[in-house]
């Protein structure tokens, strides 16, 4: 009798395991089953919002709801607008180069000036007659006045847009190989300060020098490839030891020194070299090391480049990831000259580019506010 019963027992035991075990099987199906086409909204929007611009689409193609919860947490970045600056009369024009079209702006606030630099929608500009330098939006009409300044040959930048309190402006003019001018300012400043630093390497200041404000610091790549540094918190400057990028022997042809761009892209610096024979070549300084090394790629990054200032940006829609674009405009301004990395070509497909004949104050990139449709 005790061995039927234990018998029994155990059938039991093996009857409620196994229902058990098939009650868990069916839980964890359920679960399989409810993870994607259940997952919570809120747990939803987070997952995508983290999401680049291209996983974001392409996620936005699973079902209706996740369409509806990858538009609605969806970041698209406003690209450059090309500004051109006639020769005569008071009307501006400006391509958005992601809708190719173009809109014309009459500006008479401008009449008489020179753009210096651009930078967070914000326009620098100086009158060579009266030598007076000014702020000026485009899209808002605001003129913020700053102290007169002679600017001859030298090129100048600001840090941030001057509604800000940190927001300075940067320039540097040689006096001999060896010393360079360094004159600073900002918005409500009564005037500009001027100090002179010696430096341990030979820099020249001209027209063609590029400026950058990269990680609270002002770089300045001279004509012939050396890097100047400025510190405007601890007002030092150096020109540092990290010897120029090195390019095919072909391109130090006619205006090699003038085709060059700098721009920053999140805490990297980047140097466009371009010769009307050959593609252009993208560097960036490996500040570890301290080299420029070439870029094959620049990771879905787009690049808007001109002489005075260029701009990069990434999560665009309507432009082409990996790009350089230039600040010129073929077909009646409707389409803008790019250089392609992925395809190491031109589009329009390259007749003959020569940068360096470009007039500098001619154009320029500027940042409109996000979301900004056009002029009313």
């Known amino acids: 009798m005790a061995g039927r019963r234990r018998k029994k027992m155990k059938l039991l035991d093996e009857t409620i ?6 009650g868990i099987t069916k839980k964890n199906e359920s679960l399989e089953l409810q993870t994607w086409s259940d997952i919570p909204t809120e747990l939803l ?3 995508l919002s983290r999401l680049t611009l291209d996983d974001n689409v392409r996620a936005s193609m699973v079902c ?14 406003q690209s450059p607008w090309l500004m051109y600056f006639p020769k005569d009369g008071n009307w501006y024009e400006f391509y958005d180069p992601s809708k190719r079209k173009t809109h014309s702006l009459a500006l008479p606030e ?10 967070d929608g914000w326009l620098l500009l100086y009158r060579p007659r009266s030598h007076r330098v000014f702020f000026f939006n485009p899209f808002t009409r605001k003129v913020i006045k700053l102290p007169k300044f002679e600017l ?14 940190n927001c300075i402006l940067f320039t540097v003019k040689h006096i001999s190989p ?3 001018a360094i004159s600073t300012c900002h918005a409500g400043a009564t005037k500009w300060i001027t100090v002179n630093y010696q430096n341990r390497l030979p820099f020249v200041s001209s027209i063609w020098n590029k400026l950058v404000f990269c990680n609270g610091l002002f770089y300045c790549l001279s004509l012939t490839g050396w890097l100047g540094v400025f510190d405007p918190m601890e007002r030092t400057w150096s020109v540092l030891s990290v010897p120029p990028p090195k390019c095919p022997e072909n391109f130090f042809a006619k205006n090699w020194w003038k085709g060059k761009f700098m721009a920053e892209h999140n805490g990297d610096l980047l140097v466009i070299y371009t010769c009307s024979s050959e593609n252009p070549i993208v560097f960036k300084l490996d500040q570890a090391n301290m080299v420029w090394e070439e870029m094959q790629n620049l990771d879905g990054m787009s690049l808007f480049v001109s002489f005075l200032s260029s701009h990069s940006r990434t999560d665009l829609l309507g432009i082409l990831r990996n790009t350089v674009y230039f600040s010129k405009v073929r077909f009646y301004g ?3 000259i790019l250089y392609s990395l992925s395809d190491c070509r ?31």
């Open 17 to 22: 395991t196994d229902n058990k075990r098939k």
């Open 45 to 47: 929007e987070i997952i």
């Open 64 to 77: 209706k709801r996740w369409q509806s919860t990858a538009i609605s947490v969806r970041v698209v970045n």
């Open 110 to 119: 401008l009449n008489g000036s020179r753009v210096c630099y651009t930078k």
């Open 152 to 165: 001859t040959y030298q090129i100048v930048a600001f840090s941030c847009a001057p509604t800000s309190s």
């Open 178 to 180: 060896t010393i360079v």
């Open 334 to 336: 409707r389409r803008c």
């Open 346 to 376: 031109y589009y329009p497909r390259k007749q003959c580019y020569d940068w360096g004949e470009q007039n500098p104050f001619e154009n320029i990139w500027i940042e409109p506010p996000q979301d900004f449709l056009g002029f009313s």
